[in-house]
């Protein structure tokens, strides 16, 4: 039919085809492999066709770089259809180890295969490319810090297979919107990264998306959007390659504004900075009363402020006092007290007025936490000195070391009058930083109101120490800062220890520990603790000296027995044998001085354990 010398109709043509198919015994599959590059609207139509008549005994398979234009939705809701789309064959870590180990034999160590897996995002050609790499360069570290898309076989890879196969416009679009590390359709940035866009951004994005251009969703509803970390990377360096640097800033202001305008200060001061906009970058990272550094953005603050020279930031003297703050908040103390003179010397000579008063403050308050440090309740301890303070804050892989840096001030109980010199300082500088800051500086007058707290209870001045406690917690309800005001809730309690008020200190360390449920900090600990100690006075009778500290999986087991489960039925649930949940229910009971559950149950909400 297909060679003879008149047309013949398509649909004939299907149909006899149907028939021959019909006429085979047994199931089988028919593959149309790389359908992308095939697809137009007269094949789309044919192969729709055939799927309306489709043998029982046959399976269509379609692999496409782009999703096909046939009724996929239909097929969905007729169960008729299986998709395997680009997170589905995202190689796993186990998969990614086979890869390299067994099918390359390139003994890489756990350590290495997760990081290729990162830097590909689980992408096969990605991983396969790099195993070539290590096979022939027989470097495996040296290669994951160098494996970008610049590299230089993903880079032929991304460029030959993906990018030029492009239309202009598309090129065009992509590279322009490289720039961004997060892209939204539907409120007109990347319009505004455009200059002659035929259709809108949005338009572009799910298009983008539909052909599976390494584009990757952010949200469920497809509003956000970013691309591949690979391809991102061999955008931005055509983009450099193609665009001269004040096309190149023009796009990051463009951005900038834009990300400004809907409330997304920290991509705005991204891009400012991309931009080399000194004047807009300061302004966005004041944050508006709180700078961005406290929100997260300290990596990104010293990256900028390392980059200025001391001209430019001393004629913006605040810049020195953030750079000081944004050092500590990422748990380098040793460099802050530089900063910090830096900014006094920039400020010499300059009028008091209100914002340079508030600056003194800050400084204040710095200087208060940098000397809150070097307090310890460790008699044992060698003397205390800010590197074994960064020492200790370095530990975490965390960007903002707030929750370390609260680990490392928090009083102890019986911390006494130890250390004079050292609880003078935070006392004076925290006094001085109260005096100077704005009203409105919450996140600063916090801070100090906490380290006076701290010092005046360890200096035994307990009526300051509360006053001070009481201003965090009334600050905390404003910023919403959970961690401070649990901090100051126990300070409270341990001073009312101290004082032998132990129904009030119970009635402390009670709201402490309801306000800090949940919260992975180890001073939780000592709320429980001081929760013990206080209950062991008020209940004279109950044994033991001390409650010993239940483990993870003790606790486990004793929020299921609160549920009323058996033994039987908390083994079933925690795939545990049954002595073993026997034996921790022995333990529970011992740690908790109790013979039977439901007294477990009772002293165990009495403590918060559960």
Request: proline fraction near 3%; include cysteine.
């Amino acid at each position: 039919m297909l060679r003879s010398p008149q047309p013949t109709p398509t649909e004939s043509i299907l149909t006899a085809l149907l028939h021959e198919l019909l006429t085979i015994p047994f199931p089988f599959i028919l593959v149309l492999d790389d359908y992308h590059t095939a697809s137009s609207r007269e094949v789309d139509e044919v192969v729709c066709f055939l799927l309306n008549h489709l043998p029982t005994q046959m399976h269509l398979v379609l692999t496409s770089r782009d999703y096909p234009d046939i009724s996929l939705p239909r097929l969905r809701v007729r169960d008729q259809l299986i998709e395997l789309r680009a997170a589905d064959m995202k190689f796993t870590h186990s998969e990614a180890e086979a890869l390299f180990n067994q099918v390359m034999d390139l003994d890489l160590s756990t350590d290495q295969i997760a990081g290729f897996q990162s830097r590909t995002e689980g992408w096969a050609a990605g991983l396969r490319l790099a195993a070539v790499s290590i096979r022939d360069d027989h470097d495996a570290d040296r290669l994951l810090q160098s494996f970008t898309g610049n590299h230089y076989m993903v880079l032929d890879y991304l460029a030959e297979e993906v990018l030029q196969r492009q239309p202009q416009a598309v090129q065009n679009f992509l590279l322009r919107t490289s720039l961004l590390d997060r892209m939204c359709g539907s409120l007109s940035l990347c319009d505004d990264m455009m200059s002659d866009l035929k259709v809108s951004g949005n338009e572009m994005l799910i298009e983008l998306d539909r052909k599976n251009l390494f584009l990757i969703p952010l949200d469920q509803e497809r509003r956000w959007y970013r691309y591949h970390h690979l391809f991102a990377d061999i955008l931005r360096r055509r983009a450099l390659e193609r665009m001269d640097g004040s096309d190149i800033s023009e796009l990051h202001q463009y951005a900038s504004f834009w990300y400004e305008n809907h409330g997304f200060e920290i991509d705005a001061f991204h891009h400012a900075v991309a931009a080399r906009d000194i004047d807009r970058s300061s302004r966005l990272l004041k944050g508006g009363g709180m700078p961005l550094h406290l929100r997260g953005a300290a990596g990104m603050t010293l990256d900028w402020l390392e980059s200025l020279s001391a001209k430019e930031l001393d004629t913006r003297p605040e810049l020195w006092v953030f750079y000081g703050s944004a050092l500590l908040i990422a748990g380098k103390p040793t460099g802050v007290e530089r900063k910090l003179r830096a900014a006094e010397a920039a400020l010499e000579g300059v009028e008091q007025d209100a914002g340079v008063m508030d600056l003194i403050g800050w400084i204040a308050a710095t200087r208060a936490t940098l000397a809150s440090l070097l307090l310890t309740d460790n008699r044992d301890a060698i003397e205390p000195n800010l590197y074994e303070a960064e020492a200790a804050l370095q530990v975490s892989e965390t960007e903002d070391k707030t929750e370390e840096l609260v680990g490392l001030i928090t009083p102890a109980w019986n911390a006494g009058k130890s250390e004079p010199d050292r609880i003078d300082e935070v006392i004076v500088q925290s006094r001085l930083a109260l005096a100077y800051l704005r009203p409105d500086h919450l996140p600063a007058r916090t801070a100090a109101a906490w380290m006076l707290g701290v010092a005046c209870q360890r200096r035994g001045d307990y009526a300051e120490a509360c006053e001070a406690y009481n201003e965090v917690i009334a600050n905390c309800r404003i910023i919403d800062h959970q961690l401070m005001a649990v901090m100051a809730i126990i300070g409270i309690a341990q001073i009312r220890e101290a004082e032998g008020r132990h129904d009030l200190a119970a009635e402390r360390y009670r709201k402490a520990l309801r306000l800090a449920e949940g919260m992975p900090h180890p001073a939780i600990q000592e709320a429980r603790m001081g929760l013990e100690r206080v209950s062991r006075i008020l209940e004279p009778g109950m044994k033991g000296s001390r409650i010993e500290l239940l483990t993870q999986r003790e606790i486990e087991v004793l929020q299921l027995i609160a549920r009323g489960l058996s033994n039987r039925e908390i083994a079933d649930k925690l795939f545990l044998a049954l002595d073993t949940v026997k034996g921790h229910n022995r333990r529970i009971f011992e740690k908790l001085h109790v013979q039977r559950r439901t007294e477990a149950i009772a002293r165990a909400r009495d403590l918060h354990l559960i």
